[in-house]
Each structure stands twice: as C-alpha cells, then as structure tokens.
C-alpha cells in the first residue's frame, strides 16, 4: 500500500485493524515509502498493534525487490496489492516470493493507465485470484479496462463508525451552518467549482462560510488561495489542512459538500453522513451510488458552480428538509458503509480464495 496516507491507505489500514481484532489472520501491513509519508503516523499504527514495515519507494525495482524479501520471510497465504501503482509492484514481488494467493484493490474509477502499464496490469490479472473495486462503478471500469469479469468483484469501502457514536452528534438546531469538504488537493478533486459556487451565493446575498480541510499538492493549494483572494472571499473561505478532529468537525457542521471530477468510492462523503451532515456531491461514478438525490443528499453535475451553488442554497433556505436528508444519509452510512461491513466482504473472499482460514 502506499505510504502516502490517502483515503485508500486508510481503507488498507482498517482491513487490517478489523483483522488483528478478529483475531482471523495473522496480518502484516507493508507500506511503500513516499516523500510525504510521516513516521509519526507509522507509529501510531504500531501503537495500535499493527506489524508495520515500511519499503522503498525511489525506484520501482527497489520496492519490488524489498517487497519480495519481506514477503519471503513472512510466507504469506495472500498477498493485497492496494491501489495504482502499488498493485502492480506488490504483485510483481508476491509472484517472486511464489505467493499463493495474489489479490489486486482498486480505489478508483479513473487510474492513470497508459498503454505499458494497462497492459502489465492484464498479465497480472491472469495470476491473480481476485481483482476487487471499491463500488460498483469501479468494478465496471475494470471490467472496462478488459480485466476478467469472473474475478472482478465489488466491496464498498467503509469506515470506522465508532467515531460517529450517536451521543457525540451535535443537535441539528445547535449546528454550525457552515459548509465543509474535507478531501485533498489534487487533480482529482474540484475545490475551484465550490469556490465559484460560494462566490455566486454571496452575490445573491446568501452569506456562508466554507472550510477546507485537508493537505496536498502546495500548487493547487495555492491556487485555490489565490483564486479565493481575486473572488474578495478571504473572510468566508478558510485552509483548515490537516484535521485532528475531523469526525467531530463534521458532526458539528449542517452541511457537507464533495465537488470532484471523478471518484471510487469516497470515504470523506460516508463519514459526513454517519456524522449527520447534509450532503452536497458530485454526480460521477462512486459518489452517485452512495447519494440518492433528493433522499440522503443532493448531486450536481460536473464543474457547474451554478448547480452547486443552487443545491447550497436548497439546503440553506430549506433547512427541514435539509435535516430530513442528514437523517437518512446517516442511516444509510451505518447499514450499508461500517468498517465490520466492509471487513465481512473481503473475509469471506479470503476465505473462498484460501479454503484455509
């Protein structure tokens, strides 16, 4: 998995967690060193009991060849090679070290494929035993991609929903009204939609805050800065980054908003609906099959800052409605998206592909 700490090393992060604490397998998690990956944060996992090694990520040969090591000693029954491009690399080493079982997670319904490395990803595939995606939308873009359907399955990402206890809500009447998206900057994500968005409210004389957290790329970051100072937004947008206590900042906030370009399955938008938040999110792959427009939340179209800033407003000027809605989508979160939900799906998979545990 990578080191970098994105919203998919967390999903391999709570598999193993939910492993260790079922005591089902023994589970060691191997993370591939990137310039941001915090040894703090390593540690915090060991002090949560997980076996943690750490690989280079320099070269792709050097991850490979530290990864087959490691995998030689452990002697593992299955190898889960999460995310592009670690599941390329990790089931490169699993084949070395002869592996049993190799299983390849995919976090995305728009990987960065070229040519090459489509093709290295389909040899893999015919000497792996499952391909998984994390919703629907991403199993159909593999198969898409040309992967085989008869291995291709799909198991929704979840979240720890021990962070979202009902007593630790706060009342909808005493919540803050102002707008949050937490997600990294990255090319993937569209905070520059909502910016526009909330500059169109203001013009109407709709006041609103709106906060950003999370880190990333310092250029987008500074973009998105750039472009809140030229909109005359300084004093309604803040640059939160890093947050310690995001699940209890969303369960304090009335109204969550996800603008992206494309997604998997995203983990941020299922958070904000255990939390309780009213739900804003874009209408592409993943988003559209956890939000079911006017129900648990609102979908906009792609890049359109008016769509957005119209759903805001419903939300804002209909706040009955917008309750009703948060009330669902939490009841949502918990059936269908909990962490033990998740682990359950790739237990039983393990199971069927091991016959051993």
């Known amino acids: 998995m990578t080191g970098g700490f994105s919203g998919a090393t967390q999903v391999a992060v709570d598999l193993c967690l939910a492993a260790v604490q079922s005591h089902d397998a023994e589970v060691l998690l191997v993370l591939r060193r990137k310039r941001n990956t915090d040894n703090a944060r390593i540690q915090a996992l060991i002090d949560l009991g997980l076996n943690v090694q750490v690989v280079p990520g320099w070269a792709h040969l050097a991850t490979v060849i530290a990864l087959y090591k490691i995998a030689k000693k452990f002697q593992p029954d299955i190898l889960v090679a999460h995310g592009f491009s670690e599941h390329l690399w990790g089931r490169y080493a699993g084949l070395l070290a002869k592996v049993p079982h190799l299983v390849h997670v995919e976090h995305n319904s728009r990987e960065r494929y070229s040519r090459w490395r489509l093709w290295q990803a389909q040899w893999l595939a015919q000497r792996t035993a499952a391909i998984v995606g994390v919703s629907e939308g991403v199993r159909t873009a593999l198969l898409e991609h040309g992967f085989p359907a008869d291995i291709c399955k799909a198991i929704p990402n979840g979240v720890n929903l021990h962070h979202f206890q009902e007593t630790a809500l706060t009342p909808w009447e005493n919540r803050e009204k102002t707008i949050i998206m937490a997600s990294r900057f990255a090319k993937q994500k569209d905070q520059g939609t909502l910016i526009e968005a909330l500059a169109i409210l203001q013009r109407k004389g709709i006041q609103a805050t709106l906060e950003f957290a999370g880190l990333g790329k310092n250029r987008l970051i500074e973009k998105a800065q750039q472009r809140v100072s030229t909109l005359n937004l300084q004093m309604s947008v803040k640059f939160l980054g890093q947050v310690q206590d995001l699940p209890s900042r969303l369960m304090s906030r009335k109204i969550f908003v996800l603008s992206t370009h494309y997604e998997g399955m995203p983990l ?21 099959e956890v939000i079911d427009d006017g129900v648990n939340g609102l979908l906009v179209p792609e890049n359109d800052a008016q769509a957005l800033a119209d759903a805001i407003e419903n939300l804002i000027t209909h706040p009955e409605q917008a309750r009703l809605m948060a009330q669902a989508a939490r009841r949502k979160a918990i059936r269908c998206y909990g962490r033990s939900t998740m682990y359950k799906g790739y237990a039983t998979m393990f199971r069927e592909i091991a016959r051993t545990f």
């Open 268 to 288: 941020a938008l299922v958070e904000a609906m255990a939390a309780g938040c009213a739900c804003i999110g874009t209408n592409v792959v993943g988003v559209r």
